[in-house]
């Protein structure tokens, strides 16, 4: 059988609410001023694109860790456009990845991203029947740390 997951959210005060996962992390969730909100938390639509960040890094950064490159960061800036008329879903997004690490193969990195796209992120999956998703990367080398060379005596 298919493991569920689930969610709890609790109204604190005007729109802001507390959302808690089933294992027990908390995300402040909040609106913007000009429909009541105090903007004192995460929006509920920023968290699709946040899920979608998240599901593509660890993606990503497993993909990359397997394939043996040596990467010291990654970061992940999601953006998106949303449809003008309700329930105003997202049309198209854009993924951008930067990665950071010593002789990091470009293929690898294109690759990695493209597993994810296609067949691992569960949250690009379920996006991409309303939006058209953009993916794109960059590589930030690092030159490899040297060993200390040993004071001579």
Known sequence: MAKKYNTRLVLR???IFTAYSSNGYSIPLDSS???GGHEAGIRPVELLLTALAGCTAMDVISILRKKRQEITGLE???EGQRAEEHPRVFT???VHY???GSNVDPAAVERAIELSRDKYCSAAATLRHTAQLHYDFEIIEEEPE???AEEAS
Do not use: A, H
Request: charged share 35%; hydrophobic share 45%; glycine share 0%.
């Open 92 to 94: 198209e997004i854009w």
């Open 33 to 35: 001023k000009d429909v």
């Open 98 to 100: 930067t990665v950071t």
């Open 13 to 15: 005060d005007d729109m």
């Open 146 to 148: 040297q060993p200390l």
């Open 76 to 78: 992940v800036r999601v």
